[in-house]
């Protein structure tokens, strides 16, 4: 009876973790990165991640500004928006001490930039 109720130990540890990767649990959703605008796309994804910093005065965010789009073009322009949600380009990269952000987030802002970053 032993060596049986062992063998389905072993055949239960075995088997008991079909979906064992995350890709065919949480299968990835589509990340859609067309029709971006600023005024709905982009600055959602700032108020969420960014803004906490840099807005108002943004003394938190070293003086960066990035709540409107006037302030925001200057560092999609020079590359630094860019630079640093890619925590590439020798730039602190952002959100600063946290998690970057989601890849979604990261092409839908990219999308946005390589269209010419328009104020729409």
Known sequence: MKPIF??????????GCYYD???L????ANCVITNVTYSSTITSI???NCYG????????GGGIALDNYTSLKVYVSNGQLMNSINHTGGIAGMPLNASQLLPCDISTIQAWV???APNN
């Open 6 to 15: 062992g063998l389905l130990i072993v055949v239960a540890c075995l088997t």
């Open 21 to 23: 990767h995350a890709n």
């Open 25 to 28: 649990v949480y299968p990835k």
């Open 46 to 48: 700032l108020r969420a």
């Open 53 to 60: 910093c840099h807005s108002g005065n943004a003394s938190a």
């Open 114 to 116: 390589s269209n010419g």
